[in-house]
């Protein structure tokens, strides 16, 4: 099954703030479920779209990675990185994942996905941005206060490591769940997409659990 895409947030606009809105927890709804038996999940978080997008190749090929994978006994990775964990050094807030073997890389997937484009095919596939961390604009931080502030990331191998002038000691981080489109933002080496995440004290952050 497909995590779901993202709507209306297009190339370098806003906002990004974090969202646990209807849509985003659809998102996380999607992830969760990756733990019913003999199912996959292909993230399409950075190929923006509406109801339904235009960009439908690499979201199949995506798809296709899991059949391959699990079905056919291909040694290859199917997964985009998943939040497994962060800790707190100082005024930094260092994010672990899973399935991010090898480093994280950033791409965006708009350069070529916009037929209005001059050559452009509109086959939104990821290209990698060589030392691309400062134009990743998707990670907030929360202190004790509870409010989340414009975060930026330094990636060490496969973790991300995150900071914001205004959170000195940070408790929560949030990346991409108000939308990603096609901004910048973090893959694995198989230039699969990072899955959304917001949590707060090491909890997921839900509507329930966050009601203000």
Known sequence: FHQFYSPGNHVNKGPNHPSIGSTAEMRLGTLLARDIPDTGMASQIDIQGAIHYGNKSVPGRRLALHALKNQYGKNIVADGPVYRSYKVKGNQLIVSFDHAE??????????????????????????VIENGADKVTLFYLAGEDRVWHPAKVRIDGDKAIVTSAAVKKPRGVAYGTGGIGFQPNLYNKALLPTSPFIVYDNELVKSATWPD
């Open 102 to 127: 090898g480093g994280l890389l950033v791409a965006d997937a708009g350069y070529n996905a916009n037929k209005r484009n001059e050559g452009a095919t509109g086959f939104a596939d990821p290209k």
